[in-house]
């Protein structure tokens, strides 16, 4: 059975279309009498709000007059979410569609399995069928998902626990947030937000799991083509560094800072192969640019150190 308390977040900006194919699934996919579904709009000006309070008027819907990024409409959505009794809450992207029967059910008899699991992610295909996410891994190098592009032949068929999973199809038990806070508003506007949300639920000693049942479709990529390709640069820099000055051991982040970080700032935005010769590097053609990029990144989060450092003490201290 499907609890009664089990709501959908979807946080939408211009993604008329997007959302349109997103709702129409839930709707295949409910009980409708058994899930709420909200839907927080980013001032959307592309005719969204109208379309969702005619076509689908058993969503709720939570107007932003700005664009305020994931984290923060997200949590707009938690918020409301966690008022009005959510026992589970399942963010969801707009560009993402239930594929499946009874998604939500089998999500959570997943988390009735094992009190301990906090968070669950299902496999996310992109739509020409191969693999977009079936797990995720994050360590002091580097984070990445596991299968991404590879054919869906059934090699990630198993339900295990992750390092992260995406916040395009992320399922967490109310109690969870209530423990660890909502979504970290500093990484606003998008990225890496979700893997430190993973990273603090397991930091409260709680479990992360994949499951490849269900499956969703992941039409990825609507939200990054708002934005300016450098802009998009500068949020993974600053937010990569985020992450891990927030998670990570002061020896690990040691070793980044003097060890990997100079070598990935070299080889990701200094140099690159000379097509010309069999071996041998060349300068980028916008190396110049890609220094100011990663300037800017280190500067933003050394700004913000106080309030990292006092959110590292916080969690830390409560690692379990």
């Excluded at 949590?75 to 998604?103: C, S």
């Excluded at 301990?116 to 797990?135: D, E, M, Q, R, V």
């Excluded at 893997?195 to 499956?215: E, I, L, Q």
């Excluded at 020896?251 to 010769?277: A, G, M, N, Q």
Aim: aromatic content about 12%.
């Amino acid at each position: 059975m499907v609890s009664d308390k089990t709501f959908i977040v979807i946080p939408n900006f211009n993604g008329r279309n997007c959302i349109k194919e997103c709702l129409v699934s839930v709707e295949k996919n409910g009980p409708r009498e058994q899930v709420e579904v909200v839907v927080v709009d980013d001032g959307s000006t592309d005719g969204s709000v109208l379309m969702i309070e005619t076509e689908f008027p058993w969503a709720k819907l939570v107007l932003n007059k700005d664009n305020l990024g994931f984290a923060e409409s997200s949590n707009k959505g938690i918020v409301y979410a966690l008022k009005h009794g959510a026992e589970y809450v399942l963010l969801l992207n707009n560009d993402v569609e239930m594929v499946k029967n009874q998604t939500i059910s089998k999500m959570i008899r997943i988390f009735e399995s094992d009190n301990k699991i906090g968070i669950l992610g299902c496999k996310l295909l992109f739509p020409n069928g191969t693999i977009n996410y079936a797990g995720g891994f994050a360590n002091i190098k580097c984070v990445g998902h596991y299968g991404y592009e590879e054919p869906d032949k059934g090699q990630y068929e198993k339900v295990r626990s992750v390092d992260y999973v995406m916040g395009a199809a992320l399922m967490i038990r109310s109690k969870v947030i209530r423990k660890i806070g909502l979504l970290d508003e500093g990484f606003s506007p998008l990225y890496f937000e979700e893997t430190d949300w993973c990273m603090r639920a397991r930091f409260g000693g709680y479990k992360v799991m994949y499951t490849p049942n269900p499956s969703m479709i992941h039409r990825c990529g609507f939200t990054t083509q708002t934005l300016r390709k450098n802009d998009v640069n500068f949020f993974i820099k600053k937010n990569w560094i985020r992450f891990w000055l927030l998670n990570f051991s002061v020896k690990d982040i040691l070793k980044r800072v003097f060890f990997y970080e100079p070598r990935e700032i070299i080889i990701s935005y200094i140099v690159e192969p000379d097509p010309t010769k069999s071996f041998g590097q060349r300068i980028r053609k916008n190396a110049a640019n890609n220094i100011i990029l990663v300037t800017k990144a280190w500067v933003s989060n050394l700004l913000n150190l106080a309030e990292i450092v006092k959110k590292r003490i916080e969690r830390f201290s409560q690692q379990l």
